[in-house]
């Protein structure tokens, strides 16, 4: 079973940075893709970025060029470096990983940015 464990949120203020880090139980390099969604109360989760086992990367239209995921395989984490937040991207922000079919999720960290 693949325990995800992320870190890292918290309150900031508009245009200031968080870094979030996701911890799997295992080595990451087994994952076919790992990558960070995102949810708000009464709105569908979206992604916000991901990174695929051969390297590749992508992001949400809304978060691209303030946000940077990027993958440890020595430690078996990756992290999502968040720049210039607004207050939009207040939400929980969960891990997630996809292994030989297998969705897992991590139990997500609060971000909240204010005003």
């Known amino acids: 079973q693949v325990q995800l464990v992320e870190s890292g949120g918290g309150l900031v203020q508009t245009g200031g940075s968080l870094r979030l880090s996701c911890a799997a139980s295992e080595n990451i390099q087994s994952f076919s893709v790992m990558d960070w969604y995102r949810q708000t109360p009464g709105k569908q989760r979206e992604m916000v970025a991901f990174?695929?086992?051969?390297?590749?990367?992508n992001y949400a239209a809304s978060v691209k060029g303030r946000f940077t995921i990027s993958r440890d395989s020595a430690k078996n984490t990756i992290s999502l470096q968040m720049n210039s937040l607004k207050p939009e991207d207040s939400a929980v922000y969960l891990c997630?990983?996809?292994?030989?079919?297998?969705?897992?999720w991590g139990k997500g960290t609060l971000v909240t940015v204010s005003s």
């Open positions: 997630h990983s996809l292994k030989a079919g297998i969705d897992y």
């Open positions: 990174i695929t086992q051969g390297g590749s990367i």
